[in-house]
């Protein structure tokens, strides 16, 4: 397959997660926004002076930094044989901005209900030294990793609850737009780790 996959599904699915699985199936190497976002705000570079207001208050930064930054990420030798998007497109210009610089060949949709979401988001704790995510209750840290957790700033409760509301209002509608296109598979994303990365491999070995 030399397109690209879209991991699609709201903020708390799993979609940094189960994009490793996809990785590993397809060699498609994961483009995440969120994780460009972050680096630019921890360099302080202009892109992440912009990013940083909109992140840390739960709203989506403006679609033309990211297409911006996604032509930018496609220019590169390793995305020719097509890439794995994690986080974009969000809003349907995104999508619309996306197809005509790169093919879409699946979009695979992560559902989870929203009483879980914030419960997943809340205990969720990353290892600054390889990226590495855990979850308090769901994935506990090994004791060894525990002291140097950090929790992302914009991972608290206020600011889960925005940015569902930006999730529902602009980026749900764009799941109907792909799944008249034909090309949305959904996956249930309520299990544990592994019920979703099995599911999630039936769904790319399918493809
Ligand atoms: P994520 O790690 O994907 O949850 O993204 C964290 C934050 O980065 C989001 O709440 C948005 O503020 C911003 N962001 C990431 N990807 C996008 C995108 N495709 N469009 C707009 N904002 C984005």
Redesign the pocket.
């Known amino acids: 397959m030399t397109g690209s996959i879209v991991l699609f599904g709201p903020?708390g699915a799993g979609?940094?997660t189960q994009a490793e699985i996809i990785v590993e199936l397809t060699g498609k190497p994961q483009v995440?926004?969120?994780?460009m976002?972050?680096l630019a705000v921890s360099k302080g570079t202009d892109l992440g002076l912009e990013?940083k207001e909109?992140?840390e208050s739960?709203?989506?930064?403006?679609?033309q930094?990211?297409i911006g930054l996604i032509e930018d990420r496609l220019s590169h030798s390793d995305a020719s044989k097509g890439v794995l998007f994690?986080?974009?497109?969000?809003?349907i210009p995104?999508a619309e901005a996306l197809s005509k610089i790169a093919q879409v060949e699946a979009v695979i949709a992560i559902e989870v209900p929203d009483e879980d979401i914030v419960n997943r988001i809340v205990g969720r704790r990353m290892d600054p030294e390889n990226g590495e995510i855990y979850h308090i209750s769901f994935k506990p840290p090994p004791p060894e990793v525990e002291g140097r957790l950090i929790q992302?700033k914009?991972d608290n409760e206020g600011t889960v609850r925005k940015?569902l509301s930006?999730y529902h209002e602009q980026t749900k509608p764009l799941g109907e737009w792909y799944r008249e296109k034909g090309i949305l598979t959904s996956v249930d994303g309520s299990g544990t780790i592994k019920e979703v990365s099995h599911s999630i491999s039936m769904a790319v070995q399918n493809l």
Not at 86 to 91: E, K, L, Y
């Open positions: 903020p979609k940094g995440s926004t969120g994780d976002l972050r990013a909109y992140m739960g709203m989506l930064v403006p679609d930094v990211i994690d986080g974009f497109p969000r809003t995104q992302r914009d940015r930006a």
